[in-house]
């Protein structure tokens, strides 16, 4: 064999060494890569479902925080000493409970218009103080008379919510007057000194006379304004909401409860619900 042979045979061997070693190293850096993907979607899973984590655990105590809320304002109502005991006129309470915050409206119902019970006149006068053209609120209010009073068109109101099927009635009107109406009291006449400034501008109340009324709420029960409608509150009957945030997260319960002042259960649960956003 002569030398020229020799010499290409021995280069073969190391062209095809050196191609086997660049394709190693190139499989080697492909699996580095795919290996940094592959972690950096790992991570960004993992970086997700603790998020998840945490709010949902935020959430569940932002839940517990708020239902401690209205335990708290049941008792605070039940509070023996007048001068420490909770006012039921829709004024806020607020406190820190645990890491979170809790934030408390109490709001006797009594100071509420009772869909079942109520003037259509007040009906139609509230709905006009919370943003309805006066014929849309002599509509739905006339509606509510007429529905009321006839089984064959669904009789009394078991919920405020029902108001939505009526004619005239719209969801931002409804969510408008909602907090302003019940079903519960019976009454047709409104306790002014406990009611919120909507239902007392209803009454007939100067809106002077009824920002008047609200600032001197504290220290008075006077009601000075709506007399012809007002009667005095059986104080038992309450709507509460209780909003608590907490790392972030926020829960909102409404509840209505009913004082029975009996030692062995001195309240009663009539209605549970988180509240709508």
């Known amino acids: 064999m002569s030398r020229r042979t020799e010499r290409g045979t021995a280069r073969y061997p190391a062209a095809a060494s050196r191609r086997q070693a660049g394709f190693a190293l190139l499989l080697v850096l492909w699996s580095l890569l795919l290996l940094s993907i592959v972690t950096t979607a790992l991570n960004r899973d993992a970086r997700d479902e603790l998020r998840l984590a945490r709010n949902g655990a935020a959430a569940a105590k932002a839940e517990a925080l708020a239902d401690a809320g209205i ?46 019970a109520a003037p259509e006149e007040l009906l139609a006068s509230l709905f006009s103080v919370t943003g309805a053209p006066d014929d849309q609120a002599a509509t739905v209010a006339r509606g509510i008379a007429e529905r009321r009073s006839a089984p064959d068109l669904g009789g009394p109101f078991e919920a405020v919510e029902a ?97 029975t002042y009996a030692p062995e259960r001195p309240y009663l649960v009539l209605s549970w619900r988180r509240a709508s956003e």
């Open 163 to 259: 108001l939505v099927s009526l004619p005239g009635m719209s969801r931002e009107l409804l969510a408008r007057a909602a907090p302003f109406l019940t079903v519960a009291t019976r009454q047709r006449v409104v306790d002014a000194t406990v009611a919120p400034m909507a239902v007392v501008l209803a009454l007939g109340t100067d809106p002077q006379a009824a920002e008047a009324m609200m600032a001197e709420r504290e220290g008075s029960e006077a009601t000075a304004g709506a007399a012809g409608r007002a009667a005095p509150s059986q104080r038992r009957l309450f709507r509460i909401r209780a909003e608590a945030t907490v790392d972030g997260a926020r829960f909102a319960r409404v509840a209505v409860i009913r004082l």
């Open 71 to 116: 335990v708290r304002a049941v008792f605070g109502l039940l509070n023996l000493r007048p001068e420490e005991r909770w006012r039921g006129d829709d004024r806020p309470y607020a406190f820190p409970l645990g890491a979170g915050r809790v934030d408390v409206r109490v709001q006797d119902e009594a100071g509420l218009i009772d869909l079942n």
